[in-house]
């Protein structure tokens, strides 16, 4: 039997350094010219979204905007890699209530 071997999501990725990491969008660029884009999304709204409850990583997901442009749309994952849709938190009256998992677009579009 093969054992099954299960990645921690958040261990998930390393660094490549810039070398490997330009022929690989360059590459990507030459084979789909048509979805040559890049996004930057700022530390700020990384950073609540790596803090919500439970959070161990994020999932970043191609999608389009509105007006029918390329985007990318980010949100916090679990351990498990299940998207982070809400979480508990408790009120100021002490009742338990439940808070919208950050799902987060609005990025600067930039080419490489």
Not at 30 to 48: N, R, S, V, W
Request: charged letters at 15%.
């Amino acid at each position: 039997m093969q054992e099954t071997k299960t990645q921690v999501v958040a261990q998930i990725g390393e660094h490549i350094g810039m070398e490997l990491g330009t022929t690989m969008v360059k590459s990507f660029f030459d084979a789909y010219p048509q979805l040559a884009f890049g996004h930057t999304i700022g530390k700020e709204i990384m950073a609540k979204i790596l803090a919500q409850p439970d959070c161990s990583g994020m999932t970043v997901y191609p999608a389009l905007n509105e007006a029918g442009n390329p985007t990318l749309v980010f949100a916090g994952v679990n351990a498990k890699g299940q998207m982070i849709s809400s979480y508990p938190v408790v009120s100021t009256d002490g009742s338990l209530d439940f808070e919208e998992g950050l799902i987060v677009d609005r990025v600067k579009s930039g080419g490489w």
